[in-house]
């Protein structure tokens, strides 16, 4: 499965072309099932009381921010991460961007 936001902002529009081709690339490399993997675009760092962590924007209906929940039951998961600051130079932003995977080397049978 894969969560992109239907609506991006400008700088998520690169981070979700990059998801998608991931999640293609990590699809037919490694044998997956699209109910193997779940893969996020643009995720952001949020508060919860357990300290912080990654947030996704779900369009449709319910279009708000949901936690990313790590499950075990999945072969691999990622989510691209971005920093809270964006540093401006003339009509560009630029924007730290992080990529995290997590994956289930018995189940994957490959090294990613």
Same mark, same amino acid.
């Given at each position: 499965?894969?969560?992109v936001? =239907?609506?991006? *902002?400008q700088?998520e529009i690169?981070? !979700?072309?990059v998801?998608?081709?991931l999640?293609?690339?990590? #699809?037919?490399? %490694?044998?997956?099932s =699209?109910n /193997?993997?779940?893969g996020?675009? +643009?995720t952001?760092?949020?508060?919860?009381? !357990?300290?912080?962590?990654?947030?996704?924007?779900? *369009?449709? =209906? !319910?279009k708000? &921010?949901?936690? @990313? #929940? $790590?499950? /075990?039951?999945?072969?691999l998961m &990622? $989510?691209?991460? @971005? *920093?809270? !600051?964006?540093? &401006?130079?003339?009509a560009?932003?630029?924007v730290? @961007?992080h %990529?995290v995977?997590? *994956?289930?080397?018995r189940? @994957?049978g490959?090294? +990613?």
């Amino acid at each position: 499965m894969l969560i992109v936001r =239907t609506s991006p *902002s400008q700088f998520e529009i690169p981070i !979700n072309d990059v998801s998608t081709y991931l999640h293609g690339k990590i #699809l037919s490399e %490694l044998g997956l099932s =699209t109910n /193997d993997i779940k893969g996020y675009g +643009c995720t952001y760092l949020g508060k919860s009381k !357990n300290g912080k962590r990654p947030y996704f924007y779900e *369009s449709g =209906t !319910n279009k708000d &921010y949901k936690e @990313v #929940l $790590f499950d /075990d039951k999945l072969a691999l998961m &990622y $989510f691209f991460g @971005v *920093s809270d !600051n964006i540093e &401006y130079k003339g009509a560009f932003g630029f924007v730290g @961007v992080h %990529l995290v995977i997590r *994956s289930e080397e018995r189940r @994957v049978g490959k090294e +990613c």
